[in-house]
């Protein structure tokens, strides 16, 4: 079931076509995604985490704010008649989701983590189902189960007595309650407020820096404060601009185009990517199991991702 949005058709040519093509939005998405990913883990102990995500939004809203001004002032009289449901997407979303997601990196290793984001698409069905009793196609659930074949097949490096000896830590919850909020963010999207996407995505960065803002300040009295050095600019800039700017933007219109239940599906490429750039940037060896973890989870997607009428 698509949501229901209606926002006015982009403008044609190349990069209208490129915004029509939900496929594309959403691979490059997961790529973004997957980054940060990484990147959160490798300045896990450096930057503060929820320090991190209120200067990722607070960055994000002044980059994008040029872009959607026109649009925000079209659609203020909907920005103040549908503020709490706006508050609502930004606390599940950028608010919950990526403030959620850098503490439990934190506290968790880049195996559990990677299996627990690999929960998302499953979580976004069941709150489709439950809140909006969206059906599930045959080819949507299996694409769901071989996607997550080869998520498993990557974490545990192709042992299975890996993935049984797994033991959930407080990390871990951080990271499933991380993928809960964007479950519910990602189903409720269809309910979005009739204004243009523009003026959507500068409102929800700007809210989701805003709800993290008493949790920023208690960090900082707490102790962890920020280093101002060229690691910590790097990480505001890269969070700031690919996952944030563009993957949210990416990623809504995604959901737009091809529904909730069939755009979470392309959740598995996060690890996908996130497991290319360790071995790209990070020196990590290619193993068979990655080859062949990375075959399923393609397939899935591509299963996933085809209309059905089951």
């Not at 949005?5 to 691979?27: H, K, M, S, V």
């Not at 549908?82 to 609502?88: H, I, V």
């Not at 506290?107 to 069905?125: D, E």
């Not at 979005?192 to 700007?206: E, K, N, Q």
């Amino acid at each position: 079931m698509q949501p229901s949005i209606p926002n006015p058709a982009p403008e044609r040519g190349p990069l209208g076509a490129a915004f029509d093509n939900a496929y594309l939005l959403l691979t490059l998405t997961a790529l973004f995604w997957g980054g940060n990913f990484v990147l959160g883990r490798a300045v896990a102990g450096h930057v503060p985490p929820i320090a991190l995500a209120f200067l990722r939004w607070t960055f994000a809203t002044a980059l994008i704010l040029p872009f959607a001004w026109r649009r925000l002032v079209e659609d203020w009289p909907v920005v103040r008649a549908r503020w709490p449901l706006l508050l609502f997407f930004a606390a599940a979303g950028g608010g919950s989701f990526n403030t959620l997601s850098y503490i439990g990196l934190n506290h968790t290793t880049a195996l559990n983590a990677l299996l627990l984001q690999s929960s998302g698409p499953v979580l976004i069905v069941l709150v489709s189902y439950l809140a909006f009793r969206d059906r599930l196609g045959w080819r949507t659930a299996l694409g769901i189960a071989v996607s997550l074949s080869g998520v498993l097949t990557i974490i545990g490096e192709g042992d299975f007595a890996r993935l049984a000896a797994f033991r959930p830590n407080v990390g871990d919850l951080w990271i499933l309650a991380a993928m809960t909020c964007w479950a519910v963010y990602t189903a409720f999207l269809r309910k979005r407020p009739p204004m243009h996407w523009l003026s959507f995505t500068a409102v929800l960065y700007g809210l989701s820096a805003l709800v993290n803002v008493p949790f920023f300040l208690w960090e900082q009295w707490s102790g962890r404060a920020l280093i101002a050095d060229w690691t910590t600019f790097g990480a505001i800039a890269y969070v700031s601009v690919f996952p944030s700017v563009l993957a949210y933007i990416f990623y809504n219109r995604g959901v737009q185009l091809i529904g909730a239940g069939r755009a979470g599906v392309f959740l598995h490429l996060v690890p996908f990517f996130g497991a290319g750039l360790a071995i790209a940037l990070l020196g990590e060896a290619l193993r068979t199991y990655h080859v062949a973890g990375f075959a399923l989870i393609l397939a899935g997607v591509a299963l996933a991702a085809r209309r059905t009428a089951a």
